[in-house]
């Protein structure tokens, strides 16, 4: 009899996870005169839906050709949330130097698992969109690229732990991480592919409770949110002498929190 009921209770555990309806696997790609939210709108609304235990979509948005890629997926192992958690995002921003074709790949890499309510993966894309296309190519060549080529000293020294300390580190580069968990900033001496330099890399995780407001919630229908759990951190590579110094970290990491989106979204989640 105890066999039978959990058997009940585990079918019905089943039915109620694959009552959420998320968008049915499937990859689209927007070009730069398609980025327009009535069009992506249009696109969304025309895609299927299935039903599954928890929604996962995985975009990238190619700053140089301005092109967007969705591609949704149906999660087979979901991140570890704890149960007052429906709603997982993390943001990358790179940008990464390629002296063969002497130009710099500036992506925005999102992903996101949900169950907070149906078509949340839907309903998320939507939202920041225009975040997400927002972002310019000349943020990194006339901002933050300066403050990681600009170098007058010919040793080769880098910033290495925690402390304004200098070392050697002939024919390497000189590195920097910063993360909210530590609060440390610490300079490391890496061996890393002259071509790929500068480049930088900008984490954000955020897990939070997500609801859709009710029609009789006596206020506007927008998401209600609160925050359980979040993380940032930035590295940066550069190959000039002691150009991962605690003053230089400090100042990109102060650029990233005027000039970011994404930071201000991480801002505003975690109050």
């Known amino acids: 009899m105890t066999s039978f009921i959990h058997a009940c209770i585990f079918i019905l555990c089943v039915n109620f996870c694959l009552g959420l309806q998320c968008t049915y696997p499937v990859h689209i790609q927007l070009s730069a005169y398609e980025l327009t ?80 309510n149906d078509r949340c993966d839907q309903k998320f894309i939507l939202e920041y969109f225009s975040q997400i296309i927002r972002i310019h190519h000349s943020y990194w060549t006339s901002i933050i690229r300066p403050l990681l080529t600009t170098g007058n000293s010919k040793k080769d020294e880098c910033m290495i732990g925690i402390e304004n300390q ?31 330099l500068p480049m930088l890399k900008f984490n954000i995780i955020v897990k939070l409770y997500e609801r859709q407001a009710n029609s009789n919630d006596n206020m506007k229908p927008a998401a209600i949110r609160a925050i359980f759990d979040h993380s940032s951190s930035i590295q940066f590579s550069c190959k000039f002498s002691n150009c991962n110094s605690q003053y230089n970290g400090k100042l990109i990491q102060q650029v990233l929190q005027q000039h970011d989106d994404f930071w201000k979204m991480y801002k505003v989640c975690s109050g």
Not at 87 to 110: A, E
């Open 37 to 116: 939210l009535p069009n992506i709108e249009a696109r969304l609304n025309n895609l299927r839906r299935t039903g599954g235990a928890i929604c996962e979509v995985h975009m990238e948005f190619d700053c140089t050709t301005r092109i967007l890629s969705i591609e949704f997926k149906q999660s087979t192992e979901a991140v570890h949330l704890r149960s007052i958690e429906n709603v997982y995002i993390h943001t990358m921003k790179s940008f990464i130097s390629d002296k063969s074709t002497n130009q710099t790949t500036t992506k925005t890499i999102i992903d996101l698992l949900c169950y907070s």
């Open 166 to 196: 200098t070392k050697l580190c002939p024919n390497k580069a000189c590195s920097w991480y910063y993360s909210t968990d530590t609060k440390f900033n610490e300079g490391k001496c890496e061996n890393i592919d002259d071509r790929m």
